[in-house]
């Protein structure tokens, strides 16, 4: 991997990576995708991570997104382990905690976008009625407010990644 910008200051830690290695079984040996990564990004700090293709990008967002297991070293992520925790645990933390846009949408199909922003509030037990009202607010501030009731089929392009982005948010 080529470069990981980051900055360390004062502000509260929000991810806090220290000597993270990913491997893969291949065979009878071990494929090291990346070895001792530490990366430290602070609140309303902005990380690009760039490499080659291949390089481990993907991998190391897995990682810190708590979708994969490093193979050694650990993340914190707030103050917490976030591999330490039970399956469920991480998958209530990632819903309370993080948001991932991808380059595909991922959205819901036969669900509106007002019904696909306020999915995860919702499911993570905010009530229906308060997972809504947020919804629709963070959609105006992306500028689709008149587009609340569309599905995804009915949206163009840059409206199903804002749509993905109010997801996220
Ligand atoms: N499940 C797996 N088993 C073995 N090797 C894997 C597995 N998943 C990914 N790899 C290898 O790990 C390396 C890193 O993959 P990764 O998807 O993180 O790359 P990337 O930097 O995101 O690349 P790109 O820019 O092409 O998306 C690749 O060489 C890939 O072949
Ligand atoms: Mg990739």
Not at 40 to 68: C, H, P, Y
């Amino acid at each position: 991997m080529s470069d990981s910008a980051t900055m360390n200051d004062d502000r509260s830690l929000v991810i806090n990576c220290e000597k993270v290695t990913r491997t893969y079984n291949e065979g009878p040996g071990k494929l090291t995708i990346f070895s001792d990564i530490s990366l430290q990004v602070s609140a309303g700090e902005s990380v690009g991570i760039v490499g080659s293709s291949g390089a481990g990008k993907t991998t190391l967002l897995n990682l810190l997104g708590g979708l994969d297991k490093p193979s050694s070293g650990h993340i914190d992520i707030c103050g917490q382990d976030i591999h330490r925790m039970s399956e469920s645990g991480r998958a209530r933390f990632r819903n309370r905690h993080l948001g991932f846009v991808y380059q595909f949408h991922h959205l819901l199909p036969e669900f509106s976008a007002l019904e696909n922003v306020m999915m995860p509030g919702a499911l993570g037990g905010r009530g229906v009625r308060q997972a809504s009202e947020q919804a629709t607010a963070i959609l105006e501030r992306v500028g689709l407010g008149a587009r609340l009731g569309h599905k995804p089929g009915e949206l163009s392009g840059g409206e199903r990644q804002r749509v993905a982005i109010a997801r996220a948010w």
